[in-house]
Every structure is written in structure tokens, then in C-alpha cells.
């Protein structure tokens, strides 16, 4: 995405008689997860903590994680899975994964945690009205990572991802490990011959293959499809989605198998080729019961590089070898794969081929149903979170004032709304309107050009830079790496 060097910061847009208001959390670039309201103003940020991702649960608590492990031995490896209340102080941590002993390191249990975790109670990991998560209790889905070799996919070493649910006691209760059910994703020969080349190697204990990168798990939750008998839709079953693979699949919690999935290809029916490529996507899940559109699976399609296959002048080892330069949201029927809802550059309103590139996140971002039907959206790459509505109006736009050590990226992994009632310890905020600005007539004051030009001044702030309320210092230390 092109990028001006100067540009608005905080809240730019926002209509509060279009918008479902309450709260957005989202990971402020190397600082902590940050709470502001709808006007840009910062109700809480707890400095240290870890957001990969951050989530606000009922009361005011929040959940992420204080420890990153060494990034010369394990490529964003998080040491735990933590829940804090509003004052910073620990409510629940888990750590009993697996021990660690890395060169020059003190050995140390970790969790391995990457990406996401659920709590029970809240199947698609945010507010849902008939959804609540449990605070003081309750089990807690935690996608993570282990080391494992598999001549089906490589005779080099793999970074594999498991899925694992403990108890609040922190017993492990269940584990499901992906590359056990390579056999039944339906890899093509071309496919497989490029992972077994370059299973998408990273740096952590040498070179690894992070061959699938898998980045959103959620149980299903009640859902319609269940309730009109099709047990491939459990309850209980997770979703799950894979960015290298351009995979979103469905695993039976009882047997382990893949009952449900799409991709790595989508040509191979007339239904996958209308639906198109799902490329590199992230934040995969079914929309929780109590929301409109729920059963139907949303979906952030980056686009940008994914995929094994057939070389092609883009991917000429066959690695990444899927290719587009635009994202999509998409909200699709998982039975007949009929895409019900999409926000691409098209909705935004931007003349195809030369503009396709203004709504586009090749790496992170999110999408959250709300209450109203509005859609939350993080375009992570660029720092943006938009609510936009059913029509793709954008009614509410941020820019994340939170830059990296390079001064150069501001990006959000992902973002979620939250009710103000979710937050008691302080008083609802009052909601002031922001129109959207006239970019034509929005000049830099004491501009030359617009002096000789005769252009009036634009009132007001470059940018709505959020007033900084509470900060919680967190003892975690360390750098995000999202």
C-alpha cells in the first residue's frame, strides 16, 4: 500500500449514530495493548504487555502475553498466555507447555504460544450478545508451536503448529498437531514438490520451515448448521485458518480429522472458482451466535504472496507462487461458499486496476462482526482500523500513532470492539462527531503554495493525536514481533 509521508494520526472519521461504539483494543508497535475510545483518546494502556494478540475480557481484564522467547532460536515463540485485571495485576498465566533450553539461555517452560487463544465462552474470541467468556475459570484454546521433522512434507527441519486446550488448573487436555494430517489437505504434486524444496523457511534454532503459519483458531460455537444436523459443524469442532497454505479448515475435536476445508487450490469446482483465491488470509471464523450473519464464515483475504506450486515468474522456486495485489473481506456460506458480504477496493469505492492497491494488507490484519451489522477491519499493514457498514460506508476510521523503533511502521496485528459496559472502572466517554476531512482542500498551515494560491486555511489539528488517560506498567520487557 502507497503511504504518504504525513498523514492524519488517531481518529479521522467517525459518525456515532452509524456506528456500534464502545472500545478498541489493538497492539500499540512496541509499547502494549492500547484502549482508546471512539474519539482516539487512550483509556488504558498496559506498557510490557504483549499483544499477539490482545483481548479485553469482561471487568476490564485483559489477556496476552509478558514473555518473548529469544528470536535467534524460536521465531515468534511467546513464553505464556497471561490474564491480568484492570490494575495490571496477574489473574491467571499458563507457561507448561513445553521446556526450553536454548544456548546461553536459562532453561524455562513456555508456552509457545503464537497468533491466538480463546478463552471458553466466546467461540469467535469477541463480544457477542448470547456469548459470554469466562473470567474466573474455564478452559482456554492456545494455538502454539512445535519442532518436529515429516519426510510427507520436508527433509528439513519444520516449525509445526499445534492447537492445545488447558484447564484453568493448567492441565493440557487435548492436542492437535497439524502436520499429522498433511494427507488430508489435498496438496497438489506441484504443491508438494515446492514445500519439500522451501517449506517456508525462518530463522528460529537455525532455519525452520514454517510450513503452514497458521494465525486464527476459534471453536465454532452454537451454530445453524449444527442445529439442522450436519455434524461437521460441532459445536465444539475448531476453525482454523493456515496463510501459507491459503487453507481455512475445520478439525473434529473428538477425532482429529479435517471434516471441512477450502483451499490449498480454488479451481477444482465451479463453487471454489466463484468464491476465488483465498490468498494469505487471516482472523478465519465463524460468526458467533447472536450477531448478523451468524454461521457464515468471515474472512481478512490479504492477497499479496502465499501458496506452493507450479514455478511462475513471481514464485520461481514454486514458494509464495499465489499472487494478488489487493485484499478482500469476505463473509461466505460455508455449504455453498456464496460470498453473502465483501468490503475490497471496489466497495471502498476506488477505480479498478490502477487504485485495487488502496485497501491492501499483505501480512496481519482482522475483521470483527458487530452488534449492528457494521463490520470492524484492521488493515494491519498500514495501521488502519475501519468500522464500515453493510453498504461500505466507512463510518469510523483510526490510524495508529504508534511507531516502531524506525519511525517507519505503525502496524496493528488485529483490533476488537468492545462494549463500554465492559469496562466499569470508567465512565462512558462523550462521543464527539468527526466528518470526513476534504482531502482537496486540506492543506499544511503557513503553506507558501496555499498562500499564492489564495486557498483558505483548514481549521483545526493535522491530526487527532489520542490524550494519553492511564498507563498500567507491565514487568514483561521485550519487543513485540508480530
Not at 439442522?228 to 487453507?247: E, L, V
Request: with cysteine.
Amino acid at each position: 500500500m502507497s503511504t504518504p509521508t504525513i498523514y492524519p494520526t488517531g481518529t479521522t472519521i467517525y459518525y456515532p449514530d452509524k456506528c456500534w461504539s464502545g472500545y478498541t483494543i489493538f497492539m500499540a508497535r512496541q509499547t502494549g495493548p492500547v484502549l482508546v475510545d471512539m474519539n482516539g483518546n487512550v483509556v488504558r494502556l498496559w506498557k510490557g504487555l504483549h499483544g499477539f494478540p490482545a483481548k479485553l475480557l469482561p471487568g476490564g481484564q485483559v489477556m496476552g502475553s509478558l514473555g518473548m522467547r529469544n528470536p535467534r532460536y524460536g521465531y515468534q515463540d511467546y513464553t505464556d498466555v497471561i490474564q491480568l485485571d484492570w490494575e495490571g495485576n496477574v489473574v491467571w498465566k499458563f507457561d507448561q507447555y513445553e521446556f526450553i533450553e536454548d544456548p546461553g539461555q536459562d532453561g524455562m517452560w513456555m508456552a509457545r504460544q503464537h497468533h491466538d487463544y480463546q478463552r471458553e465462552g466466546i467461540p469467535g474470541g469477541y463480544y457477542a450478545p448470547e456469548m459470554e467468556p469466562l473470567v474466573d475459570g474455564g478452559n482456554t484454546l492456545i494455538l502454539g508451536h512445535k519442532d518436529v521433522t515429516n519426510a510427507d512434507i520436508s527433509d528439513r527441519p519444520l516449525l509445526d503448529d499445534v492447537i492445545y486446550e488447558v484447564s484453568w488448573d493448567g492441565d493440557i487436555l487435548w492436542e492437535w498437531v497439524c502436520s499429522e494430517h498433511f494427507g488430508e489437505m489435498q496438496f497438489s504434486e506441484a504443491a508438494k514438490n515446492a514445500m519439500a524444496r522451501y517449506p517456508n523457511m525462518v530463522v528460529g534454532k537455525g532455519e525452520v520451515g514454517d510450513w503452514m503459519h497458521m494465525n486464527a483458531i476459534s471453536t465454532l460455537g452454537p451454530n445453524r448448521w449444527y442445529d439442522a444436523g450436519d455434524q461437521r459443524f460441532h459445536p465444539d469442532n475448531i476453525i482454523w485458518d493456515g496463510r501459507q497454505t491459503n487453507i481455512i479448515g475445520i478439525t473434529d475435536k473428538e477425532s482429529g480429522k479435517i471434516v471441512w476445508h477450502i483451499g490449498p487450490d480454488y479451481d477444482r469446482n465451479e463453487a471454489l472458482r466463484e468464491l476465488g483465491w483465498i490468498i494469505g488470509q487471516h482472523h478465519a471464523h465463524m460468526i458467533p451466535k447472536g450477531l448478523p450473519g451468524e454461521g457464515n464464515i468471515l474472512v481478512f483475504d490479504n492477497g499479496g504472496f502465499a501458496g506452493y506450486g507450479s514455478p511462475n515468474p513471481g514464485a520461481a522456486q514454486g514458494h509464495n507462487h499465489a499472487l494478488r495485489d489487493f485484499s478482500r473481506v469476505i463473509e461466505f456460506d460455508p455449504i455453498t461458499l456464496k460470498i453473502v458480504w465483501q468490503y475490497s477496493y471496489v466497495e471502498a469505492g476506488y477505480i479498478p486496476k490502477m487504485n485495487s492497491h488502496k485497501f491492501y494488507s499483505p501480512l496481519i490484519s482482522s475483521a470483527q462482526r458487530l452488534v449492528n451489522g457494521n463490520t470492524l477491519i484492521a488493515e494491519g499493514s498500514g495501521g488502519r482500523i475501519i468500522e464500515v457498514t453493510k453498504n461500505g460506508e466507512i463510518v469510523w476510521e483510526y490510524i495508529s500513532p504508534y511507531f516502531g523503533m524506525d519511525n517507519m511502521s505503525n502496524h496493528v496485528y488485529r483490533a476488537y470492539r468492545v462494549p463500554y459496559e465492559g469496562v466499569p472502572q470508567v465512565d462512558k466517554p462523550e462521543e464527539k462527531e468527526i466528518p470526513m476531512l476534504d482531502n482537496s482542500q486540506f492543506r499544511v498551515p503557513g503553506s507558501e503554495w496555499k498562500k499564492e494560491q489564495g486557498v483558505n486555511e483548514v481549521e483545526g489539528a493535522l491530526s487527532y493525536h489520542p490524550s494519553q488517560l492511564c498507563v498500567v506498567e507491565i514487568d514483561g520487557g521485550g519487543k513485540d514481533d508480530e
